[in-house]
């Protein structure tokens, strides 16, 4: 499966964004899907998963109340809204797919290539 991540943009602290990730290639009914973020010299940190059917979600502490992640899998597509950013949500951020869903990385078999999102105070 081919993940397509979208959406980052540069925002001023307190904005939102809608971050999207867009499969193909397979459908994502199978996974659970998980967003991941890197900022510039930290390690990569899980942000947000949801589990295959949708009714499961999980959220770092860090964003937990900000971001709501959902699915739509007729659409193959899984969404990061991000509400009230603050500047240390700055990161490149991924989706990745995999099984189960958690926020450890090591779990997720495929990664899109990314999206900037800066956040400025």
């Known amino acids: 499966v081919q993940l397509q991540a979208s959406g980052g943009g540069l925002v001023q602290s307190g904005e939102s964004l809608r971050l999207s990730c867009a499969a193909s290639g397979s459908s994502l009914d199978y996974y659970a899907i998980g967003w991941f973020r890197q900022a510039p010299g930290k390690e990569r940190e899980g942000v947000s998963c949801?589990?295959?059917?949708?009714?499961?979600?999980y959220y770092s502490d860090a964003v937990k109340g900000r971001f709501t992640i959902s699915r739509d899998n007729a659409k193959n597509t899984v969404y990061l809204q991000m509400n009230s950013l603050k500047s240390e949500d700055t990161a490149v951020y991924y989706c990745?797919?995999?099984?189960?869903?958690?926020?450890?990385?090591?779990?997720?078999?495929?990664w899109g290539q990314g999206t900037l999102v800066t956040v400025s105070s």
């Open positions: 990745a797919a995999g099984w189960p869903p958690t926020l450890t990385s090591p779990e997720y078999d495929f």
């Open positions: 949801i589990s295959v059917s949708g009714r499961s979600t």
